[in-house]
């Protein structure tokens, strides 16, 4: 991909993108922040740096909580 970009889930995604960063420095970084709501069980966004217009061609959303779909 000529431009990648990484979007690290605070704050359990930040020691993920690290390590991609090392493989491609190169890649820009954009942090979104989300808890899930205990109550309603939805996400709730508290921080957001997601450009309208990214222009990537590859984009990696990076937290070690994704796969157990809890979040």
Excluded: C, I
């Excluded at 090392?22 to 890649?27: C, G, K, L």
């Excluded at 709730?44 to 070690?64: I, Q």
């Amino acid at each position: 991909a000529d431009r990648l970009g990484l979007f690290p889930v605070l704050r359990a995604g930040l020691g993920m993108a690290s390590a991609v960063l090392d493989v491609y420095p190169e890649a820009v970084v954009w942090h979104l922040g989300l808890y899930r709501d205990h109550q309603t069980l939805k996400p709730v966004t508290y921080y957001n740096k997601l450009p309208a217009d990214h222009g990537l061609d590859v984009a990696l959303v990076v937290d070690p909580m994704l796969a157990t779909g809890g979040s």
